[in-house]
């Protein structure tokens, strides 16, 4: 009778740790490793970091959307407007407290960089 109590303990225990590691995992891991994904995208102030941004956003999580908006800006020279590229990235990936896709948005800097979110293969 000892032993199955033993047992039925142990097996307790296992269940209790897997249930806590699943917890952590996914209420606090998840959203933690995307909330620094989307810091890491928006604070991007060079090509060079936006480019590093978007290689750990394609590697670290599944890419599933890319929207390109263009948006003319021609307050100052109306023969020479500037021309923003905004993209909007869209893992697959959601958050367990509301559901929705994780998402960022910002104003692209070199716009060879976007063929590192392009040409990734999952």
Partial sequence: MITFRRILFVLKAILALVMAVFLVYY?????????YLIWRVESARTAAEEKQAFITAANWGRVWEVYLERTTN??????????????????????????????????????????ILYNKKY
């Fill in 27 to 35: 209420l606090f891991y998840i959203p933690l490793k995307f909330s």
């Fill in 74 to 115: 021609a307050q100052n020279n109306i023969q020479n407007p500037k021309v923003n590229v905004v993209v909007s990235l869209e893992w697959i990936e959601c958050s367990p407290y509301n559901g929705a896709a994780y998402q960022t948005h910002r104003v692209v800097i070199d716009t060879n960089n976007l063929d």
